[in-house]
């Protein structure tokens, strides 16, 4: 019983280098997003997608893109990673309806960028 | 500026007492919140909900307070166990599926 899986779980870059994270859900969810935690800061929603093709900015969208090519994966792109998005980055899905569903999480990638 | 608000960073509480934490938002459109429980490592877990229309919700050891007036809500655990040891996060909803969340609360339950 996967749920939401992330991959990778961590990951050192360096300054302008770019990498994708990848999520994947086999739940059969219609919304996904893309989630930043930071000290002090709790999570915060970066992008999100409300079906297979859509995607949408969220709080903190600067610097990442998304791509939602099938229902069940949603890509979170850096494409010149910088030191201050360094991260646990979590990607959560959830049902369409009824409103107002609880999001399922995973485990988070730990982003370092030096 | 943080629409979700947790001002207590961590509680510490005995075994058996009652856990009570807290959560207040300055947006008047929000009309669902939620709580989520975090262990290390792992993402959030899903625990309690409520809806504006209602003022109490409860489940098991878990019950939710929400005050509309003051713009405030929180989490009751009753009684308070080692296994709720965890980071919580309150998080709030106006419309659609995006949801605003709070810093956290670290919960740490002396047995």
């Known amino acids: 019983n996967a749920g939401v899986t992330q991959t990778p779980k961590f990951r050192v870059l360096k300054t302008g280098q770019s990498m994708t994270l990848l999520c994947a859900q086999d739940?059969?969810?219609?919304?996904m997003y893309w989630y930043r935690q930071d000290p002090g800061m709790g999570l915060r929603l970066i992008h999100y997608?409300?079906?297979?093709?859509?995607?949408a900015k969220g709080e903190v969208p600067d610097g990442y893109n998304v791509s939602r090519l099938k229902k069940q994966n949603f890509l979170l792109g850096l494409e010149s990673a910088a030191p201050s998005q360094t991260s646990v980055y979590f990607c959560?899905?959830?049902?369409?309806?009824?409103?107002?569903?609880?999001?399922?999480f995973g485990d988070g990638t730990r982003l370092s960028i030096l | 500026d943080q629409q979700v608000k947790q001002n207590s960073p961590s509680l510490s509480v005995q075994e058996g007492r009652i856990s009570i934490l807290n959560c207040d938002y300055t947006n008047s459109m929000f009309d669902y919140f939620l709580w989520y429980k975090k262990y290390p490592a792992e993402g959030p877990t899903f625990l309690i909900s409520i809806s504006s229309i209602k003022d109490k919700n409860e489940d098991g050891r878990f019950t939710v307070f929400l005050n509309k007036s003051a713009k405030h809500l929180s989490l009751h655990i009753v009684p308070s166990q080692p296994g709720d040891s965890a980071v919580y996060f309150c998080?709030?909803?106006?419309?659609?599926?995006?949801?605003?969340f709070g810093t956290g609360t670290s919960l740490t339950v002396i047995p």
């Open positions: 997608s409300v079906g297979e093709g859509t995607t």
């Open positions: 959560a899905s959830s049902r369409r309806t009824p409103s107002n569903q609880p999001q399922h």
């Open positions: 739940m059969n969810h219609e919304y």
């Open positions: 998080a709030a909803s106006a419309v659609g599926n995006q949801f605003y």
